[in-house]
C-alpha cells in the first residue's frame, strides 16, 4: 500500500528532478502540485486555496519558494511554508519537510552543524530564516526543515557558466581548486529526499532540522569536471576559503557517495532537460 507524498513547486529544478527518479519513491503515491492545471498534476493555488484532499497519512515536501525579487515577494517564502503546514495539519499529513537553504547560515567559515547561528548576509537567507521561525511557531513537531547546500547545476557556478566565457574565481592560499563548498548532485539530492519520506511514512522519528549535502566539493574541480575554461581572478580580502556543512546528523539516517565533482556533474547533465 502506497502512502501519499504531496510534492510542492513540483513544477521547479528539484521538483522536476524528483520526478525523473520516480523508481527512489518505492512506497509512496507522489502527488505533483501546480498553480495551474497540467496533465498529471494536482492543480492547486497553494496561496489563495485550501489543500485539496488526500494527503491524510501521507508527508508534504514543500520545494516551493521564491528565490530572487524585492523583499516583498521574497517574504512570500514565510506564506509557502505555512501553507505546507497548514496543508498537513488540515489534512491529518504525519510530516512536513520544508525546503529551506545553507544561506540562513550567512557568511560563516567553518563546519556548520545545525545549531550553529543563523547570520543571513542577503534578503533570500533572510527570508528562509524567518520562514523557518512562522514554520516551527505552527506546527513544532511532526516538522523537518531542510537547509540545503548547493546543488550542482542548480547554482550560481555552473548553472551560471556562459558559453566562451571563461569563470574566475577568488584565489585562495593552499587551495588549488579555489574556495570549498558543500554541495550535492542533483540526483542524490532527489534520492535523499525519497528516503526521508520513506521515514516519515513509516512513522519515523526524524530531527527538526538536517543540514543537506554530499560534502564538501572545491569549486575548481566542479568546472574541470564539466569541461569549463577557468581561472583566479585578482586576490579578494573578503574571500571565504571553505563553508563546509556538518552533515554528521544526515549520515545516521541515510547513506550518502562521496562528493566527487565528477559524478555530481554527470548527475546534472543527465537529467532530462
Known sequence: ???????MGATGRIGRALQSEQAALTGLRPIWQS?????GFQAWDVLAEPCPKGVAGGAVLCLSGIIRGTKAELALNVDLGLAACR???DQGARHVFLASSAAVY?????TLTEEAPLRPAGAYGEAKQAMERAARAMMPDRLTILRIGNIAGFDALLGGMTSGKAVRLDPVAGQPGGPVRSYIGPVTLVRVLAKLAQMAALGRDLPPVLNIAAGPVAMGDLLNAAGAEWGFGPPNPDVIARV????TRLLSLVALPAPQAT???AQWRGLPT
Do not use: F, K
Open 87 to 89: 496543508a498537513a495539519m
Open 1 to 7: 500500500m502506497s502512502v501519499p507524498l504531496l510534492v
Open 244 to 247: 563546509e556543512l556538518d552533515i
Open 263 to 265: 559524478e555530481m556533474v
Open 106 to 110: 550567512g557568511a560563516s567559515d567553518g
Open 35 to 39: 498553480r495551474r492545471p497540467a496533465p
